[in-house]
């Protein structure tokens, strides 16, 4: 077994009291069923790699913990942001020694093999609120601002002001947008971490 790491070890010492010995037998799963798989922290959580992939993810949360294998079988329906097993409060919860092994195993398989988890269908785009754009016209600094950012940053702006139910409402949140964007800020820059 690779070495442990620490920030995993440190993960599993501050979750919650049930969630420990059900974050430490996962760990012990994957080890057991792959011997070369490598701790990391992923968007918070620890998470097992196979050869630098992704392999599966577990995490504690206040009154559960989830398990979810990265490498499933297409169209396996269990894309439930609680992981394939729900809401795991117990020992009990988790899937059985052999079925977590298969499970481990087919998804080594699939990273083997090339297998990569399809990405999600792209949205569609929102249309330019009218009053928006001219706006954006008027304020050639927001407007290459805007036009530089990202789609989902471009989308927030959007949502947020088509989301106005009414017209007063609406042009106070197109004068704010125009005020953040000429400062280079995306809508969310109030919950930034300085």
């Known amino acids: 077994m690779p070495t442990p790491d620490p920030r995993v070890d440190d993960y599993i010492a501050n979750a919650a009291a049930f969630a420990q010995p059900i974050l430490h037998e996962i760990r012990l799963r994957v080890h057991s069923g792959c011997t070369t798989a490598e701790e990391a922290i992923k968007w918070g959580m620890p998470a097992f790699l196979y050869k630098g992939k992704l392999l599966c993810g577990m995490a504690a949360f ?11 079988e297409a169209g396996s329906g269990d894309d439930s942001a609680m992981g394939q097993y729900g809401r795991l409060q117990s ?8 079925e977590f092994t298969s499970q481990l195993r087919a998804a080594m398989q699939r990273i083997d093999a090339g297998v990569t988890r399809p990405k999600a269908a792209p949205r569609a785009p929102l249309p330019m609120p009218p009053a928006f754009a001219e706006a954006l ?12 950012f990202s789609p989902g940053y471009q989308r927030d702006y959007l949502e947020w002001i088509g989301e106005a139910k009414r017209d007063s409402t609406r042009q106070q949140r197109i004068a704010q947008a125009i005020e953040w964007l000429s400062d280079g800020k995306h809508r969310g820059w109030k919950h930034e971490k300085h």
């Open 91 to 98: 020992l009990g919860d988790l899937p059985g020694k052999r």
């Open 137 to 148: 016209a008027g304020a050639a600094v927001a407007k290459a601002h805007f036009d530089g």
């Open 62 to 72: 206040k009154a559960h913990a989830t398990l979810g294998f990265w490498q499933r």
